[in-house]
């Protein structure tokens, strides 16, 4: 058989297409940069996601570095936000987020935690260092001890019985994934692949408390028969994972909504006062305008400093819901599902937040109509200003065209009489030098043509300069 030769994807032998475009190859990868894990029953999670504000992700390397054997870990292996890390008979995960990062330790379930026990020490069997952990760069947002267990679902009494001995006998939340049942509402049906199993109601069962324990952790249980595949194992701990990340995400903004209330409300009161004194003309148009400059420059830094913050939580609700939505959740008789349980107690926080970005947005736009007013209102007193003043120049134009033509008539007689005046004397000049001449006379019989004759100069000077200009 002839030799084939192999192409290679990046270096083909044959350029099919136009050049790449420089983001292509990233864009394209970017549906693989955090695969699922694999994860074999019966298995402990231990998972911190901590708020890496501040924090390099040299810094976390750093932290990556004193796990055994990762000593050479270079920054550059976590340009891309992600590391799965193989060691001696455990697994450590790191992804980095906008605004939290992910460490999770996967590591075989220790005896004492299986489902038979009663409150089990899960840290005491950890695969590293509990100081390891405490010197996580960072702070703690979320923090989940995750056990993963065998066992037959059909006699879901003793299930529960085990289950509820299992976290101390306190209340469950507890939901059968993978219903059939979410069929009718159009989510679908994730179907068993060729190692799966798939009950005939569901594929595993998931309880929790959503309480903190006094190690700052919170607990949860899977449940699920023999067979189920690590593949799935691994989708049903990611997705219960983010499900609490991305509730306690959405959730910062309900301490920013109640800090915001009290100075929304003074906002409005405020607003109300100025629209009020708008519409009396109380107050000067200088001191609204300064109060009310003062009030934009407070809403618009309020929402400069927050809008963030409402935006991300909307959308980590919305990744909430997503992962609620995937679970594909069936009430187990006595209990709450977890997506009950928590869109009762979300949903409300959830609606808080909206309201006041909402309001805060609302409050944004009337103090700008309430700008606009007055700016309008200004314009005008502004406009009838000028009219006055413009009248008035018109007045001073018109007095000063008297003015200036009664001047103009003294200037022809004032200039006439000095005209005449030297004609006097040349006349007295001429008869003392012996000529027959009456200077007086000659004077008088001169005045209307030295007025006529100054009269017209002045017209021609008036003409020349209105050509001029």
């Known amino acids: 058989m002839p030799n084939v030769p192999t192409t290679d994807y990046a270096a083909p032998l044959v350029q099919f297409l136009p050049p790449d475009d420089s983001q292509r190859a990233t864009l394209h990868n970017e549906v693989h940069a955090r695969p699922s894990a694999r994860v074999r029953l019966p298995a402990l999670i231990v998972y911190v996601a901590v708020l890496n504000e501040g924090v390099s992700q040299a810094t976390e390397c750093a932290h990556l570095n004193r796990l055994p054997g990762q000593s050479a870990l270079t920054p550059e292996r976590l340009q891309d936000n992600f590391l799965r890390l193989r060691l001696d008979g455990f697994t450590v995960k790191w992804e980095r987020h906008s605004e939290f990062t992910r460490y999770s330790i996967v590591q075989p379930l220790p005896e004492l935690a299986l489902l038979g026990s009663c409150e089990p020490d899960v840290m005491g069997s950890l695969a590293l260092p509990a100081q390891w952990l405490a010197q996580i760069p960072g702070r703690t947002v979320a923090a989940v001890q995750l056990v993963m267990v065998h066992a037959p679902l059909d006699d879901a009494t003793l299930l529960m019985a085990q289950a509820m001995r299992w976290f101390g006998g306190r209340t469950l939340v507890a939901s059968l994934l993978g219903s059939n049942a979410a069929l009718a509402n159009g989510q679908g049906e994730e179907p068993a692949n060729r190692h799966g199993y798939n009950h005939p109601m569901g594929h595993s069962w998931a309880l929790t408390q959503f309480r903190l324990q006094p190690d700052g952790f919170e607990r949860m249980l899977v449940i699920a028969p023999e067979g189920t595949s690590q593949t799935r194992a691994g989708r049903i701990a990611a997705r219960l994972l983010e499900l609490e990340t991305y509730r306690l995400m959405a959730l910062r903004g309900l301490p920013v909504s109640k800090a915001l209330g009290a100075m929304l409300a003074q906002a409005e009161g405020d607003l109300v006062r100025i629209t009020g004194q708008l519409e009396n003309k109380s107050v000067s148009d200088q ?31 919305g990744l909430v819901n997503q992962r609620i939505r995937e679970l594909r959740e069936k009430a187990i008789p006595g209990t709450q599902t977890i997506g009950e349980f928590m869109q009762r107690r979300l949903s409300p926080a959830m609606a808080t937040v909206a309201a006041t970005g909402q309001r805060l947005a609302s409050l944004s736009e009337r103090v700008a109509r309430t700008s606009d007013l007055l700016r309008t209102r200004v314009d005008i007193a502004t406009e009838v200003q000028n009219q006055q003043l413009l009248a008035k120049l018109t007045r001073g134009q018109e007095l000063q065209l008297r003015l200036q033509s009664t001047v103009e008539g003294l200037s022809i007689a004032a200039i006439s009489y000095y005209v005449i005046s030297l004609l006097l004397y040349g006349g007295k000049a001429l008869k003392a030098a012996g000529l027959p001449v009456n200077p007086e006379m000659a004077a008088g019989a001169l005045v209307p ?21």
């Open 449 to 469: 043509v030295v007025l006529w004759a100054v009269w017209r100069t002045t017209r021609r000077i008036h003409a020349k300069l209105h050509v001029e200009h």
């Open 287 to 317: 001191e609204l305008l300064d109060t009310l400059v003062s009030l934009a420059a407070s809403v618009e830094r309020a929402t400069a400093e927050n809008s963030y913050r409402f935006a991300a939580t909307q959308a980590y609700y």
